[in-house]
């Protein structure tokens, strides 16, 4: 077995400090202690970037690599003759931090704003967007697609049409369900365009129910959010649904 007491490999070297100065804890509990002295939420799809501070990031990194570490000592994995695992720690701690669930510790993706001068009123669609996620419950990969639907009036802000995707990405990449994930999508895009109506609908597979569990593979999960116009107009919502036509 590794000595618990050694960085896993590759992590950065330990802050040094006085002999009479007391230890300093942990990175995650200084943040979380920020978060909870400003009474904010940290569920697993909230985003908390305004709260880490210069340097943070890394040394967070460097935690997760030897808890992991811990983790695999916990499942019996010899990691110091066993080339394939012995850089795994923190490879899947750089992959959460910065890939798998970057969306919670990076702040908003920027976005260009134009003014709808043309004063355009009529459906727009995006779609359909790649998205990737993984379940809060099981940390199971969860790959979908996405339409968006959008009314706007005089007065929206028109996006480029790959923001849609960056932001769709940024939301997406944190743990996620995915009831909760399109909702999140919907409010940052009615804050950011303003429309008369938006609606949002995912379809996605979940390798919780693939991979585990019952193991059906052919079962995926469909659903939307409506808002505006499109939750009052049921020929608008009929328009935009014959449009996605999902069977493509």
């Known amino acids: 077995m590794t000595d618990s007491s050694k960085p896993p490999p590759g992590a950065s070297p330990p802050r040094e400090r006085a002999e009479d100065e007391a230890p ?38 460097d935690e997760v690599a030897e808890k992991m570490q811990g983790v695999l000592e916990s ?28 969306g919670r510790y990076a702040v908003a993706p920027a976005v260009t704003e134009f003014p709808n001068a043309s004063y355009l009123n009529e459906l727009m669609i995006v779609g359909p967007i790649t998205v990737r996620s993984a ?13 968006i639907g959008l009314m706007p009036n005089e007065h929206s802000n028109l996006i480029g049409l790959s923001k849609y995707s960056r932001l769709a990405e940024w939301i997406m990449s944190r743990p996620q369900i995915q009831e909760e994930a399109i909702t999140q999508l919907a409010d940052v895009l009615m804050n950011k365009v303003t429309p008369d109506g938006l609606a949002v609908v995912m379809e996605a597979d979940h390798f919780c129910m693939h991979w585990r569990g019952v193991k059906d593979d052919a079962t995926k999960m469909i659903n939307s959010v409506m808002r505006g116009s499109f939750l009052k107009d049921a020929a608008l919502r009929r328009e935009f649904l014959s449009l996605i036509n999902l069977k493509n």
Request: aromatic share 8%; with cysteine.
């Open 135 to 147: 379940c809060s419950h099981h940390f199971c990969p969860i790959m979908g697609r996405l339409w």
């Open 75 to 102: 499942l019996v994995i010899d990691t110091e003759s066993d080339h394939n695992t012995r850089e795994t720690s923190r490879r899947v701690a750089k992959m959460y931090l910065t890939e798998v669930f970057r």
């Open 24 to 61: 300093r804890p942990p990175v995650s509990a200084e943040i979380r202690a920020r978060i909870v002295s400003a009474k904010h939420r940290f569920h697993a799809n909230d985003n908390i970037s305004a709260f880490l501070e210069p340097g943070d990031l890394e040394a967070l990194l």
